[in-house]
């Protein structure tokens, strides 16, 4: 198999062609509705994939923020590029050792999905010909590009779309990686190398959503499909390895489809309405209860071959159901899951014998109150059908929350670009490039192996901490005194136990409050254990740290109580410690610890126990 990767990175700038922040909002002034058809391209083609989302009629529905002006709502002509994030992007391109171009042209990239209240998307190519080394190999870098972000889908219903204009506009780097990288986990290695090196810049935002990835998969004998807008990294190698699995699958099918000698699906549509019982569920239960047709289509040959094979969970049932949806349906029904879904075997023979099959071929029902959307699902169906004669037909994908992927729209091509005529061209000077390279940030690489040397912490928390953006917190906190160890589990793991609403990042925490709960922790004041009780109650809106522990309840446990209370816990359990003898330690400090509750250090905890298991050993033992 083979796969690259589009890594798209939001900028902490502001937006690329106006003076609006670069900053989401959820307070709404205003909307308006808009409707965009297609165009051509610079070779005067129209692109398939603008050509498929035009015909798909929707309307579209532009949320206004306080952070959008009158280039978003597309009344005003873009501003001239943002100087920042131009120097953000040549610095990556300098970062992976790329070839800047001599001058940047700003092109219009078409798009009609709603996305963008221009029909199109402003993009330039600001270097290529670079290269990421990783583990020994060399990954190539096609190209670094500087575009304005799309705008946020909000719903979709009814025939429309809502957008909100809060993210249009702000500023994304593209880089594309060639092919050469073989295997899901790779591929993860490769987005989380190229994601620490944008981090590098120091000028990326932070958040869902903020950083999204591409990937372009093809198995062997199959083609490249895009998965299109991967949002969590962990989740990089699932995509990949379950795309390689599908398209083994549809290369299966492809096979035994050409060894029956199976003819190209014809395109004919019947109306079955009348043979379809009643049914109260599934994909016809809403057409029955509204009284609209179900038409048929007939895949001959195609018996057996749509539901999934052995071992697997991909199918070509389910391809010819995306076509189905991709149309506005809510899904089909073919014949190898059926007897099923209200349909009874006396159904699907009565079916068989009005469409005219025989035991080696298959048919599609589709339902709904609109005959021309069914109409225009089946022959999408019939298309599909005949593209698994061929193999794989390339496509972008949607991913979906269980690794899966879903069919989103055909894969665009070069007939969507063409030059945008409102920005001049930007040149590139090599003294512009000479003072950008006289400062670079520290690779990722060379950053991993300095802090390794400088800490003594293994490398995987060193990667961490590399791969998050609080490389700076880390070395700062450490500068102030505090325990490496110590100031890498805060940062990684304890600000990751903060409760935060699910889908919004991690709470911020400032390097001043940072180093107060530290301090205090040092001071005695709570124990290490309790970070994470006062990090929460900093979030919640604890005025200082000394509050936030109060309220956590870490205040107040003084040595003489401690002692007094690991003393209460051991002699409650006597039996526990005649029985197991030292071994009863552990479950003893997990009591102890559990009331402790982060008010003292736990290696005092430990300390004070061991006394006092030592205590009532002596206090039971025989008079001599």
């Not at 221009?118 to 670094?144: N, P």
């Not at 063409?418 to 000479?434: K, W």
């Not at 559990?594 to 005092?604: A, I, K, L, P, S």
Request: net charge negative; hydrophobic share 40%; proline share 7%.
């Amino acid at each position: 198999m083979k796969a690259g990767l589009e890594v798209h990175q939001q900028l902490a700038v502001g937006k690329l062609f106006c003076a609006c922040p670069s900053e989401l909002s959820d307070d709404i002034e205003g909307s308006f509705v808009r409707r965009l058809r297609p165009a051509s391209g610079e070779d005067q083609a129209v692109d398939a994939a603008t050509a498929f989302q035009a015909s798909r009629g929707f309307r579209y529905r532009y949320e206004i923020t306080p952070t959008t002006c009158l280039v978003e709502v597309d009344e005003e002509p873009p501003h001239p590029l943002n100087a920042e994030a131009l120097e953000v992007a040549l610095t990556l391109a300098l970062l992976l050792e790329a070839r800047p171009v001599d001058e940047i042209e700003v092109m219009r990239k078409i798009v009609v999905d709603g996305s963008n209240t221009s029909g199109f998307q402003r993009t330039a190519l600001i270097a290529t010909d670079g290269h990421l080394d990783l583990r020994g190999k060399r990954h190539s870098i096609l190209s670094i590009c500087l575009e304005e972000d799309a705008a946020r889908k909000i719903a979709e219903a009814h025939g429309e779309v809502t957008y909100r204009l809060d993210r249009l506009g702000i500023p994304l780097i593209e880089i594309a990686t060639g092919p050469e990288i073989s295997s899901g986990a790779e591929a993860r290695e490769v987005a989380e190398e190229i994601g620490a090196l944008l981090r590098a810049t120091r000028r990326t935002r932070r958040g869902i959503g903020s950083i999204r990835e591409d990937l372009n998969v093809s198995a062997e004998g199959g083609q490249r499909i895009e998965i299109k807008g991967v949002q969590e990294l962990r989740m990089i190698q699932e995509y990949v390895d379950r795309e390689v699995a599908r398209q083994e699958v549809l290369l299966r099918v492809r096979d035994d489809l050409r060894q029956r000698g199976v003819p190209v699906p014809g395109t004919e549509l019947t109306d079955v309405t009348s043979i379809v019982p009643p049914v109260s569920s599934g994909p016809l239960s809403a057409s029955a209860r509204k009284g609209g047709p179900v038409l048929a289509v007939s895949l001959r040959g195609f018996a057996g071959l749509l539901r999934s094979p052995p071992g697997t969970d991909e199918r070509l049932g389910r391809e010819l159901a995306d076509q189905a949806r991709a149309v506005g349906l809510r899904g089909l029904l073919h014949s190898d899951e059926l007897p099923g879904y209200g349909l009874g075997p006396h159904d699907v023979e009565r079916m068989r014998t009005t469409l005219g099959l025989g035991p080696s071929d298959a048919f599609v029902l589709v339902a709904s109150d609109d005959r021309a959307r069914i109409a225009a699902a089946l022959h999408a169906v019939v298309a599909r059908a005949a593209a698994a004669l061929e193999g794989i037909p390339t496509e972008t994908r949607d991913p979906l929350p269980d690794g899966r992927t879903r069919y989103s729209r055909p894969l665009p091509g070069r007939d969507r670009m063409y030059p945008e005529t409102d920005i001049p061209p930007i040149p590139v000077s090599s003294e512009h490039l000479a003072r950008l390279a006289a400062h670079l940030p520290e690779r990722p690489a060379d950053l991993r192996e300095r802090l390794a040397r400088e800490t003594g912490l293994p490398a995987e928390l060193i990667r961490q901490i590399v791969s998050s953006d609080r490389v700076d917190p880390f070395e700062g906190l450490i500068r102030a005194g505090h325990s490496p160890a110590l100031v890498a589990r805060v940062l990684i793991q304890d600000i990751a136990t903060v409760p935060h609403p699910e889908g919004e990042p991690e709470p911020e925490f400032s390097v001043g409050v940072l180093e107060a709960v530290l301090r205090a922790a040092a001071d005695g004041t709570f124990a290490k254990e309790g970070i994470p009780a006062v990090l929460a109650e900093l979030a919640r809106g604890a005025a200082d740290v000394r509050t936030a522990a109060a309220r956590a309840g870490l205040t107040g446990l003084s040595g003489a109580e401690l002692e007094a209370l690991v003393d209460r816990i051991v002699r409650a359990n006597r039996r526990l410690l005649r029985e197991r003898g030292r071994e009863a330690f552990s479950p003893l400090m997990g009591d102890v610890m559990r009331e402790v509750r982060g008010r003292r250090d736990g290696q005092e905890v430990a300390e004070a126990l061991r006394r006092a298991i030592d205590r009532l050993a002596t206090d039971e033992s025989p008079p001599s």
